[in-house]
C-alpha cells in the first residue's frame, strides 16, 4: 500500500522542477498537465472542470503551492481506489524534473541507476520541505550500497563529514546523485559493479524485495518439479521463470492465516519446505539447508509482522533511526540546558570570587593606610621622644610597648592577609580543576554513551545468533526424531514384508510342488484315457454295422467324423466324466 508522505514527496519534485522563478507558484496550464499525468499513472479520472472551480478567483495569474495542495489530496489522493503502480508514478515524476536540475553524461551512472538513487533519496529523506537528506541517512545509504558492491567502508567518509559540516550536515537529491556519479566512494568499483549495487538497494528499500533466488517449485496439476526465480516481499512471494522478472507465473499472497513449515525428504528432493494459505499449499525444494533456514526464517518473519501490523523491516528500521535521533536531540537539547546552568552556577561562582578579590584588596588598601599613619606616628613620637627624652621617659616605656602590642596586631593582620591571597589562589586553582573534571567528564560520557551503545548493538546481535542457534537445534532435533521414528517404522514393516515373503515362498513352494504332482497325476490319466479310447474305438468300429448317414451337418469327435449318433455321445459323455470323477476321488 503506498504512502501518502512518499507520494507527495515525488510530486513536490514535480511541482518544483515547473516553478521555474523559484517562488512557489506554477502556472495553472501547467498545473492542469500535472493532474493529468497523475490521474492518469494513478487510474482515477480526470476531472479539468474542478480545478477551474477551485482557483476561480485567480483565473489569470499564477498559483501558489499552499492552494494547489488542498486540491491535489481532496480530488487526486483521495479518489485513489485501486492500487497502482508506484514506480511508473515515480518515474512520471522524475521525467519532469531530472533534466531541469541535473546532467548525467559527465556522471559514471546512467539515468536509470540516477533514477534510482532519487527514488532511494525520497524514501530516506526528512519528511519536512525543501527535501533534505542528512548526514546519518546518506551513512547508512552508502553503507548499504558497499555492502551490496561487496567492498568495504572507506575512511574518507569520515572527511565528507566535515565538508557537510560546512552544508549544514545534509544534501539534496541532485546533490547526492552527483556524489555517487562522480565516484567519491567509488573510484576502484567498475560501472556495472555499481548499477549493480545501487539496483539492489532499490530493490530492498523501494520495491520491498527482502529475499530471492532460484529454487524448485512442484506443480499443482501435473506434480512436476520445476526451478523458478522466488522474490519475497512483505506481504507476497512470487515466483518467474527467471531473474529477468518478465514473465511472471504465480503469486503467493501472505496473509494472518498462512504458514510455513519444514517437510522430511521425498520424491528423491531434498531440503523441502511447504507455504501453506488458505485455498492452496506450495510445496518447494532448495539446494541446501542453509538456503531452506534462510527462506524459512524470512518468510516467518514477514507472516509475524502481517501478524502484528507492522511494516516491512526496513520501514521499520527508519522509524527506529528517526526515533533514535529525536532521542538524541532530545538529550542533547538537556545536556545544553544542563552546561547553560552550569555555566550560570560558574558565573555566579566567579562574581563571588570577584567580590571577595575586591574585600582583599580594600582590606590591603586599609592595612597600608593604617600601617602608613602607624608610621607617621612613630615619626612623631620620636621627634617628641628626641626632644623630651629625658622627661618622658617612663611615657616612652609605655608608649614603646603599646607599640610592640600594635606591630604584633598589624604582624598578626599581615598574616591573614596572606592567607586570604593564598586562599584566593588555591580558589582559582580548583576553579581551574573544577573545569579540566568537567572536561574529563564529558569525554567519559560520550565514551561510556559510545561502548554502551556498541555494547547494546553486540547484546542483540548474540542474541539474535543465540535465538537463531537454538531454533536450528530444536528444528534438527525434530527431524532427528522424526527420523529415528521413520526409520524405526521402516524397520518393523521391512521384518513383517520379511517374514510375510518367507511364508509366501513356502506357500509358492508346496502350491508348485502340488502343481507337479498332479500334472504328473493328470499326464498318466491322459495317458490311460487315449490307450482305452483307442482300444474302444477299435472294437465298436469292427462290431458296428454300416449304416447310411443323415444328411444334416456332420458331428466330430475324438473318434472320427460321425462316429457316434447323438445319443450315443451324450451316453460316452456320461460314463467318460464319471470315470473322470472317481479317478480325482482316489488321488
Request: charged fraction near 35%; include cysteine; glycine fraction near 4%.
Amino acid at each position: 500500500m503506498w504512502l501518502r508522505d512518499e507520494i507527495l514527496k515525488s510530486i513536490w519534485h514535480a511541482f518544483t522542477a515547473l516553478d521555474l522563478d523559484q517562488r512557489g507558484k506554477v502556472s495553472k496550464s501547467q498545473l492542469k498537465v500535472l493532474s493529468h499525468s497523475l490521474c492518469t499513472v494513478m487510474k482515477i479520472p480526470h476531472d479539468p472542470v474542478a480545478l477551474e472551480e477551485h482557483f476561480k478567483d485567480d483565473d489569470k495569474g499564477p498559483l501558489s503551492n499552499q492552494g494547489y495542495m488542498p486540491y491535489l489530496n481532496r480530488f487526486i489522493l483521495d479518489k485513489v481506489q485501486e492500487e497502482f503502480d508506484v514506480l511508473e508514478f515515480n518515474k512520471m515524476c522524475w521525467t519532469l524534473c531530472y533534466k531541469k536540475n541535473i546532467s548525467t553524461k559527465h556522471l559514471l551512472i546512467s539515468d536509470n541507476d540516477a533514477f534510482k538513487v532519487w527514488c532511494i533519496f525520497n524514501f530516506l529523506s526528512e519528511d519536512k520541505y525543501p527535501l533534505i537528506m542528512i548526514t546519518e541517512e546518506i551513512e547508512y545509504f552508502l553503507r548499504k550500497l558497499m555492502e551490496a558492491i561487496g567492498s568495504g567502508w572507506s575512511e574518507k567518509f569520515g572527511d565528507y563529514k566535515l565538508q557537510l559540516h560546512t552544508k549544514n550536515n545534509c544534501l539534496s537529491a541532485w546533490e547526492l546523485i552527483e556524489m555517487l556519479g562522480l565516484g567519491h566512494f567509488s573510484k576502484s568499483i567498475n560501472k556495472q559493479t555499481l548499477s549493480m549495487g545501487i539496483g539492489e538497494v532499490f530493490q530492498e528499500l523501494i520495491l520491498d524485495v527482502l529475499k530471492q533466488g532460484y529454487m524448485m517449485k512442484k506443480g499443482h496439476k501435473r506434480k512436476n518439479w520445476t526451478e523458478r526465480w522466488f522474490v519475497l516481499r512483505p506481504n507476497s512471494v512470487s515466483y518467474y521463470v527467471c531473474e529477468d522478472l518478465v514473465e511472471k507465473k504465480g503469486h503467493i499472497i501472505l496473509d494472518g492465516t498462512c504458514c510455513v513449515e519444514s517437510l522430511p525428504d521425498k520424491e528423491g528432493k531434498k531440503c523441502l519446505f511447504i507455504i501453506k494459505c488458505t485455498d492452496k499449499s506450495f510445496e518447494i525444494s532448495v539446494s541446501d539447508k542453509k538456503k531452506k533456514q534462510e527462506w524459512l526464517q524470512a518468510i516467518q518473519t514477514c507472516l509475524q509482522l502481517l501478524r502484528l501490523g507492522l511494516p516491512s523491516p526496513h520501514r521499520e528500521a527508519r522509524l527506529r533511526r528517526r526515533e533514535l535521533r529525536q532521542r538524541q536531540q532530545t538529550e542533547e537539547e538537556d545536556l545544553t540546558q544542563k552546561m547553560k546552568h552550569l555555566q550560570t552556577a560558574n558565573e555566579n561562582k566567579q562574581r563571588q570570587l570577584e567580590g571577595m578579590r575586591k574585600k582583599m584588596e580594600e582590606a590591603a588598601a586599609k592595612a597600608a593606610e593604617e600601617e602608613h599613619r602607624r608610621k607617621q606616628s612613630q615619626l612623631d613620637l620620636q621627634d617628641r621622644y628626641r626632644l623630651d627624652l629625658e622627661k618622658e621617659k617612663m611615657v616612652r616605656q609605655q608608649m614603646e610597648e603599646q607599640v610592640a602590642q600594635k606591630s604584633s596586631e598589624l604582624e598578626q593582620y599581615l598574616q591573614r592577609v596572606r592567607e586570604l591571597e593564598d586562599m584566593y589562589h588555591r580558589l582559582e586553582e580548583a576553579l581551574e580543576d573544577e573545569k579540566q573534571a568537567k572536561q574529563d567528564e564529558e569525554t567519559m560520557h560520550n565514551l561510556q554513551t559510545r561502548l554502551l551503545e556498541e555494547e547494546a548493538a553486540k547484546r542483540a546481535e548474540l542474541e539474535q545468533i543465540h535465538l537463531q542457534q537454538q531454533r536450528a537445534l530444536s528444528q534438527t532435533e525434530a527431524e532427528k526424531q522424526e527420523l529415528v521414528a521413520e526409520q524405526r517404522l521402516k524397520e518393523r514393516e521391512l521384518q513383517a514384508a520379511m517374514l510375510q515373503l518367507e511364508r509366501l515362498e513356502g506357500e509358492r513352494l508346496g502350491a508348485l510342488e502340488q502343481y507337479q504332482e498332479v500334472s504328473r497325476k493328470l499326464e498318466r490319466a491322459a495317458r490311460k484315457t487315449k490307450t482305452w479310447k483307442d482300444k474302444v474305438a477299435k472294437h465298436e468300429g469292427l462290431v458296428r454295422l454300416i449304416q447310411p448317414g443323415h444328411k444334416g451337418p456332420q458331428r466330430i469327435t475324438n473318434w472320427g467324423p460321425a462316429s457316434f449318433t447323438d445319443a450315443e455321445l451324450e451316453m460316452r459323455k456320461k460314463s467318460w466324466q464319471e470315470s473322470k470323477n472317481q479317478g480325482a476321488q482316489a488321488q
